[in-house]
């Protein structure tokens, strides 16, 4: 297994083209099966998890092209079953269960495993499945889904920690070719929602509300193929921003959305960084001392827990007492452990961490664990004293597109050593 070597103390100076959004690309390559018809999916991120869900489609019968971030899926002919060992690989596998109960309606796709964040339920989905018509059975750790048809519904996606992601993604794909009108309730607003509804849109889905609470689909016929491409990663751009405030210098993304970033951006101006955006840029450098914060993920528009980690790593060099609260993923705290083998002080009351800033960090071998907790420790290693040495970097390679290349290209000294 790859590991990669930190070597802190180099300051980021320059820009980072940000890659398209991981978790918009992986509901949205899915939603081609809708259509026998061709779909040309461009500004897809060259990562592992992008590898498996591509997997995944060709062996559900899709063909599937794909050169330098343009993906080609032709889904003629399918079939509905994903077996336990590729959805294993990746909890978002199960965003193939709306699709294939839209056009087929049945499924039937490993239940997939939880992961080191917390157990990863998907009780939301299959109740928003069961509204829809379909019958639902757990079988041999399979969900089997089954819908004589499928007619417009009244559905709510609250759960016990506020709405879900995929599963707002998942009912909306099994709702565009059911009969009559859906109204999803209390729906997650995440940009990579409002992306896939205009990913369906374009394929010719009746979809109104995206991005809002309240979604309404109604339901046609059929969907014909398209040519679409996938809104900037807003936490590639968010870690690459929380990078340079934790290495120093001035650094600027670009090829990003600033109106999908502001619940990342307030929170570093508060921490004491300048922080201004263009068109499609935002830049970061250091104003002075770094100010301890008080931290609390919720959905959108609120702070991502997918920054949640970075944050941790960033307030470490904060002098002062800072609380980070994770309403989401209450366990999301991997990093904990392996921030506090690097000097960090923290005290962890899930689901949240106490962090008393010391300002300093030393290189040592830590572990990654999961893909934010792993960016999170490559963060720290930028400004740690001597070489961080992160293992099991296989995490990162999930979700971030070349990240040790793209710092490196900006100042950092990053090595990867071939396992
Ligand atoms: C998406 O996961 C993202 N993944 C996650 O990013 C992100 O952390 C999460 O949304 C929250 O923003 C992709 O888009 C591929 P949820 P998702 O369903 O949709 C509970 C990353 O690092 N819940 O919104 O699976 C759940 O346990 C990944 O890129 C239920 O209780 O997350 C959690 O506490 C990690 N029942 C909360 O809701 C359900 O049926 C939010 O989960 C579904 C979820």
Do not use: W
Not at 24 to 50: H, K, N
Not at 114 to 132: M, N, S, T, Y
Not at 208 to 233: F, K, S
Not at 314 to 334: E, K
Request: with cysteine; charged share 20%.
């Amino acid at each position: 297994m790859d590991k990669i070597l930190v070597h802190g103390g180099h300051p980021l100076r320059g820009t980072v083209r940000i890659s398209g959004s991981k978790n918009s690309s992986l509901p949205i390559l899915a939603a081609a099966l809708l259509t026998r018809e061709r779909c040309v999916i461009r500004g897809v991120p060259d990562l592992s998890d992008i590898h498996y869900m591509l997997t995944i489609l060709s062996h559900l019968g899709c063909e599937v092209e794909r050169a330098s971030g343009v993906v080609i899926i032709k889904a003629e002919r399918i079939r509905t079953e994903a077996p336990y060992e590729l959805v294993r690989k990746m909890r978002a596998s199960v965003c193939v269960l709306g699709p294939l109960l839209g056009r087929e309606h049945e499924a039937c796709v490993s239940l997939p495993g939880g992961c080191v964040i917390g157990d990863r339920p998907i009780d939301l989905h299959l109740r928003g499945f069961e509204a829809l018509g379909a019958a639902v059975r757990v079988q041999g750790g399979n969900i089997k889904l089954f819908a004589p048809s499928l007619r417009g519904s009244s559905v709510s996606m609250r759960g016990s920690h506020g709405t879900t992601v995929l599963g707002t993604g998942n009912v909306m794909m099994a709702a565009v070719l059911a009969d009559g009108i859906t109204e999803i309730h209390d729906a997650a607003e995440e940009p990579e929602v409002v992306d896939l509804a205009n990913f369906l849109i374009s394929m010719g889905a009746k979809i109104r509300g995206a991005g809002t609470r309240h979604i309404v689909v109604e339901g046609v016929g059929e969907l014909h193929g398209t040519d679409y491409t996938v809104i900037p990663d807003r936490i590639e751009a968010g870690t690459m921003l929380v990078a340079g405030a934790i290495a120093g210098g001035e650094l600027t993304v670009n090829h990003v959305r600033p109106d999908h970033l502001e619940a990342v951006i307030a929170p570093l101006q508060s921490a004491g960084f300048h922080v201004e955006s263009g068109a499609k840029s935002v830049t970061i450098r250091p104003n002075g001392s770094v100010s301890p914060l008080h931290l609390e993920t919720s959905p959108y528009p609120g702070f991502p827990t997918d920054m949640q980690a970075q944050m941790c790593a960033l307030l470490v060099r904060a002098p002062g007492v800072s609380v980070v609260t994770d309403h989401v993923f209450p366990q999301r705290f991997m990093h904990v452990a392996e921030l506090s083998r690097m000097g960090a002080q923290i005290k962890l009351q899930h689901p949240t961490a106490v962090i008393t800033g010391n300002g300093s960090l030393s290189g040592a071998p830590v572990m990654a664990s999961d893909l934010r907790a792993s960016a999170a420790l490559l963060l720290a290693g930028l400004a740690a004293e001597g070489v961080t040495e992160i293992n099991r970097v296989y995490h990162i390679d999930r979700g971030y597109e070349h990240i040790d290349d793209k710092l490196n290209d900006v100042g950092a000294k990053i090595e990867r050593v071939k396992a």
